[in-house]
């Protein structure tokens, strides 16, 4: 069935060629994802001015700090597999970092965590940065042999303070602890199974070397823009190029949180993808966005887009999504400006489409036939409410006539009759169990902290 999408392109397109044409930009790559497809996606302007090249989908831009979805992803693929911890200290990984500056506790105070989220307090740069002239040490054994320069610059845990640095050395631990190079890593772990095969870092090949746009200084003076000066290559803070195409394959797999486990092109877990997403803390006093793990909300109106933007001279980028109703948008810009605005625009028209076409009707999963014993009305006694056990959407779910926004899911453990409750709730992590009686029949549900009685219809 066609994406309700495809019906906004005429507007879609008028939405981007705007943006381009009043901010007197070069050129835009952009598109539109809804669920599993890039269902609509155009070039604006120029990728290459003096050559007359236009801008399209296919051109490559420097995608800079959305890198940083790409290192969070693979520290959390090697957490899952028991390599490390995000709340390890991360001297623990990089022993360097005992010299590192810590005036307000222990270094041991810097998490894997709290790089993640840009609340480690450590200094934003590594040492010898000076954007102006286009100074930046890109080797973490580099700036780790320099580790009395750096360190914390805040307590930790105290506000918010973006850091490349953090995500420098987040990438040496990714090679440290998988025993790979971090860009071999990231290639075979996370591009090659998503098929982001036009993804990479420098140097590029020579058949993406043709695709990759002219990045251009932003407007002083004259429309007639003046191309950046190259930029130095670096990591796992910002390093990777890409296109509409296989930015769109990444935020197609930001929207499977109810995927299953790492498998194949499910490079990260469903309930992996939710923690990542799930917001940590504010950053602002308007409450208009909050850090997760890797990436960062924005309230917009009364929709919050999950996100991240990258900028480096010359070029600006962004991907944004919504995650309920599975839609996104990327933009890449091969100068310097607000592509999370226009992202965010572009994401915000396919929404109100999807929205407004509904919902599509599907057939229901089959409940397992273990499960038709568990579902049933139980009595809380002391709160006089029924909760429900049902099957919904493929899932055990219970159900409360006192509480509408109380929909815990349970997931089988090992045990039977044992569950764990889903994220989300109070009661998430605690077991669930049903209980019979000598017969076999369920006559009981502990939630974790009470026992509800079950209900049998009178005969």
């Not at 080797?139 to 914390?152: K, T």
């Not at 226009?342 to 229901?364: C, F, K």
């Amino acid at each position: 069935m066609p994406s309700p999408v495809s019906e906004s392109a005429s507007r879609l397109r008028a939405t981007a060629a705007r943006f381009v044409k009043e901010r007197r930009l070069a050129g835009a790559a952009v598109g539109v994802v809804h669920g599993d497809e890039l269902v609509w996606s155009a070039g604006v302007g120029h990728a290459d001015r003096a050559a007359g090249r236009p801008a399209s989908p296919a051109m490559l831009c420097r995608v800079a700090s959305i890198t940083k979805t790409f290192t969070a992803t693979a520290v959390v693929q090697l957490r899952d597999e028991g390599k490390l911890q995000l709340d390890d200290p991360a001297v623990v990984h990089l022993p360097e970092l005992a010299a590192a500056r810590a005036p307000f506790g222990p270094i041991e105070g810097v998490t894997i965590r709290r790089m993640l989220s840009h609340e480690s307090g450590l200094a934003s740069e590594p040492p010898g940065t000076d954007w102006t002239d286009y100074a930046y040490e890109a080797s973490a054994a580099q700036s780790l042999a320099r580790a009395g320069e750096i360190g914390m610059r805040i307590p930790p845990n105290r506000q918010w303070k973006y850091s490349n640095l953090a995500f420098q050395l987040l990438g040496e631990i990714v090679a440290r602890v998988s025993g790979r190079p971090y860009e071999e890593y990231v290639r075979a772990e996370i591009l090659e199974p998503l098929g982001m095969a036009a993804t990479t870092f420098e140097p590029l090949p020579s058949e993406l070397s043709e695709r990759a746009a002219t990045p251009y200084d932003s407007r002083f003076l004259s429309d007639e823009l003046a191309p950046s000066p190259p930029f130095p290559s670096i990591g796992a803070e910002g390093g990777l190029w890409s296109c509409v195409d296989d930015l769109a394959r990444w935020t197609s797999f930001q929207l499977r949180e109810d995927g299953g486990p790492r498998a194949g092109r499910q490079v990260v877990s469903g309930s992996s993808l939710v923690e990542m997403h799930t917001a940590r803390y504010l950053t602002d006093a308007e409450w208009t966005e909050a850090w997760a793990i890797g990436w960062y909300a924005v309230r917009r109106g009364d929709v919050i887009w999950v996100q991240h933007s990258g900028s480096l001279p010359g070029f600006s980028s962004n991907v944004c999504f919504d995650g309920k109703n599975r839609v996104g948008a990327v933009a890449l810009l091969n100068c310097n400006e607000d592509a999370a605005a226009l992202s965010m625009d572009l994401a915000s028209i396919a929404r109100e489409a999807v929205v407004a076409a509904g919902p599509q009707i599907e057939l229901p999963p089959a409940m397992p036939e273990a499960y038709a014993q568990l579902v049933g009305l139980y009595l809380q006694r002391q709160q006089g409410a029924v909760v429900s056990v049902e099957w919904r959407d493929g899932k055990l779910t219970m159900l409360s006539n006192r509480d509408d926004d109380w929909a815990p899911t349970l997931v089988p453990s090992d045990e039977a009759d044992a569950f764990v409750v889903e994220p989300g709730f109070r009661e998430s992590g605690e077991i669930v169990r049903f209980r019979r009686n000598a017969a076999g029949r369920v006559v009981s549900l502990f939630t974790g902290d009470e026992t509800v009685l079950r209900l049998e219809p009178v005969e």
